[in-house]
């Protein structure tokens, strides 16, 4: 089951758009899961982490596809996203947000066909596992392999990826337990768990990290850790 967002502020257009997905989905034997939004802001309110694929009107009242866009890449690297528009000089704009296309209106089925058999050809089958949670500046969703480390903050964890620092409403033994299940995770003190992936080097009871950081390393936990990452370079060679 694919889940699929529509945000346009036409409903003409978006009767005639689902209309075509639920067309193509009958021809090539998918299952779609469409949800419609009216407003940018309206998707960002009630954004689903879980979407495969949104198609965004660039051009709309109260919140453009846009500024909707910058915003839904900020909490979600992940989903595709293909811009709709009428015109033509909004669309490199739209390229700055990882668009995988755009469609001119009114959506011709030809054309959407051939843009929904690329995006599958190369998406099918290629779900990253990723975290998703929610704090007070809104929901985000983070490719495991994206997130370098954890560390504890008062009470609570702050997860460390792609230049962001957020927080999430867990206790760091819960989030080690969670990160732990993923191979490249391990922790290396208590208030810590770090990707592997990122470690560039051990001096002392610091890991040098490829972000430039460095994180402590406990001498209880030295030994484990540093059989852990001798193992995962070693896979990595």
Same mark, same amino acid.
């Given at each position: 089951m694919f889940k699929i967002a529509i945000c346009d502020d036409e409903d003409i257009l978006i009767h005639e758009l689902k209309?075509? #997905? /639920?067309? +193509?989905? @009958? !021809?090539?034997?998918?299952? =779609?899961?469409?949800?419609?939004?009216?407003?940018?802001?309206? *998707? #960002? /309110?009630? +954004?689903? @982490? !879980?979407?495969?694929?949104? =198609?965004?009107?660039?051009?709309?009242?109260?919140?453009?596809? *846009?500024?909707?866009?910058?915003?839904?890449?900020?909490?979600?690297?992940?989903?595709?996203?293909?811009?709709?528009?009428?015109?033509?000089?909004?669309?490199?704009?739209?390229?700055?947000?990882?668009?995988?296309?755009?469609?001119?209106?009114?959506?011709?089925?030809?054309?959407?066909?051939?843009?929904?058999?690329?995006?599958?050809?190369?998406?099918?089958?290629?779900?990253?596992?990723?975290?998703?949670f929610s704090n007070d500046s809104g929901k985000h969703k983070v490719l495991y392999k994206n997130l370098c480390y954890a560390e504890t903050d008062k009470r609570n964890v702050m997860l460390h990826f792609e230049g962001q620092q957020q927080i999430i409403y867990k206790n760091m033994k819960e989030i080690s337990a969670l990160l732990c299940t993923q191979p490249q995770f391990a922790q290396c003190h208590q208030s810590f768990v770090v990707n592997l992936s990122y470690v560039k080097g051990v001096e002392g009871l610091e890991l040098l990290l490829t972000t430039g950081e460095c994180i402590p390393i406990s001498q209880p936990r030295r030994k484990a850790f540093m059989m852990k990452l001798t193992d995962y370079w070693g896979d990595m060679l």
């Open positions: 209309g075509s #997905l /639920e067309r +193509y989905a @009958s !021809e090539t034997g998918r299952e =779609f899961c469409l949800f419609v939004y009216h407003d940018g802001s309206e *998707l #960002l /309110e009630k +954004y689903n @982490s !879980e979407y495969d694929l949104i =198609f965004m009107d660039i051009k709309m009242e109260r919140l453009n596809g *846009l500024k909707t866009a910058q915003e839904i890449r900020r909490i979600d690297s992940t989903v595709g996203l293909i811009f709709l528009t009428s015109l033509k000089q909004y669309v490199w704009k739209g390229y700055e947000y990882s668009a995988v296309n755009y469609l001119l209106k009114p959506v011709k089925y030809g054309v959407l066909k051939m843009e929904l058999d690329r995006y599958f050809s190369n998406y099918q089958g290629k779900d990253e596992p990723y975290l998703s």
